[in-house]
């Protein structure tokens, strides 16, 4: 299951089952679970632990050193789950000292070409990333999240859970949950109401959500006041508990 060609470490922890392709190197303290795929010319160093059923294309450079010029050759980690689709010539560094120490990348995730998932940043789980999406230092993204090609991320934002951020879009201040923004920089454009459709979410549920955000960005109430008015709401309206979390730990601000 391991090519002749590859260069695979002593210390590394490969189930019997992982494929790995003509080319690659898997370095020192690198861990892969059973049932992954690894194709040809993909480096993969660490410390870095690697789930189950993962899919690794040709030419990606996975848990090598972060791109920061404050790291000075810490132990950090990467830390991916299990059924991603990583495809060509993507980039995911390990964390660093300054942050957790640690990225994270959750499970069932599609991440396209030439993607950079930078130092400490936390990955949720069935997120789309399209060709180029960029993610700087320290981002966090939540479940469901889809990112449109060539859209960036600026380091210590959020995307909240079921967010879509258009194409070519660049947030440079948090995205809240089920929210669509679009543009350079980023403004909410409404409620991502397909990706809710497709997720089995009501027609009740989506119109709950839909006046939530209108509460924020249509009825010029203060934040604090719509808070408040959506605290309230998700006593009996459980689905609006996502979009308060996200207005609540919002710490660079939300796109407007």
């Not at 470490?9 to 861990?31: F, H, Q, R």
């Given at each position: 299951?391991?090519?002749?060609?590859?260069?695979?470490?002593?210390?590394?922890?490969?189930?019997?089952?992982?494929?790995?392709?003509?080319?690659?190197?898997?370095?020192?303290?690198?861990?892969v679970g059973a049932g992954t795929r690894?194709d040809s010319h993909v480096v993969i160093n660490g410390?870095?632990?690697?789930?189950?059923?993962?899919?690794?294309?040709?030419?990606?450079?996975?848990?090598?050193?972060?791109?920061?010029?404050?790291?000075?050759?810490?132990?950090?980690?990467?830390?991916?789950?299990?059924?991603?689709?990583?495809?060509?010539?993507?980039?995911?560094?390990?964390?660093?000292?300054?942050?957790?120490?640690?990225?994270?990348?959750?499970?069932?995730?599609?991440?396209?070409?030439?993607?950079?998932?930078?130092?400490?940043?936390?990955?949720?789980?069935?997120?789309?990333?399209?060709?180029?999406?960029?993610?700087?230092?320290?981002?966090?993204?939540?479940?469901?999240?889809?990112?449109?090609?060539?859209?960036?991320?600026?380091?210590?934002?959020?995307?909240?859970?079921?967010?879509?951020?258009?194409?070519?879009?660049?947030?440079?201040?948090?995205?809240?949950?089920?929210?669509?923004?679009?543009?350079?920089?980023?403004?909410?454009?409404?409620?991502?109401?397909?990706?809710?459709?497709?997720?089995?979410?009501?027609?009740?549920?989506?119109?709950?959500?839909?006046?939530?955000?209108?509460?924020?960005?249509?009825?010029?109430?203060?934040?604090?006041?719509?808070?408040?008015?959506?605290?309230?709401?998700?006593?009996?309206?459980?689905?609006?508990?996502?979009?308060?979390?996200?207005?609540?730990?919002?710490?660079?601000?939300?796109?407007?």
């Open positions: 299951m391991i090519h002749a060609s590859a260069i695979v470490s002593k210390t590394a922890l490969i189930a019997d089952d992982v494929e790995i392709g003509p080319y690659s190197i898997i370095g020192d303290d690198v861990v690894i410390p870095t632990t690697i789930g189950t059923e993962n899919h690794i294309y040709q030419f990606a450079s996975i848990g090598d050193d972060p791109q920061d010029k404050k790291y000075a050759g810490e132990p950090t980690v990467l830390r991916i789950g299990s059924r991603n689709t990583i495809r060509e010539f993507c980039t995911v560094s390990r964390g660093t000292t300054q942050g957790k120490g640690e990225t994270v990348l959750g499970d069932d995730n599609w991440i396209m070409a030439y993607v950079h998932i930078a130092h400490d940043c936390v990955i949720g789980s069935n997120t789309v990333f399209a060709n180029n999406a960029t993610l700087a230092g320290h981002v966090h993204i939540g479940d469901w999240v889809i990112m449109g090609g060539f859209s960036g991320v600026h380091q210590f934002c959020k995307l909240g859970a079921h967010a879509f951020l258009g194409m070519y879009a660049g947030a440079n201040r948090d995205v809240p949950a089920y929210t669509t923004a679009t543009g350079m920089p980023a403004v909410p454009r409404g409620i991502n109401s397909e990706g809710l459709k497709r997720r089995g979410f009501s027609a009740e549920q989506i119109r709950n959500i839909k006046d939530a955000y209108r509460l924020v960005y249509r009825k010029g109430m203060k934040l604090n006041e719509a808070i408040e008015e959506i605290a309230e709401r998700s006593k009996t309206q459980a689905e609006l508990e996502l979009f308060l979390e996200s207005l609540r730990s919002a710490e660079r601000g939300l796109v407007r």
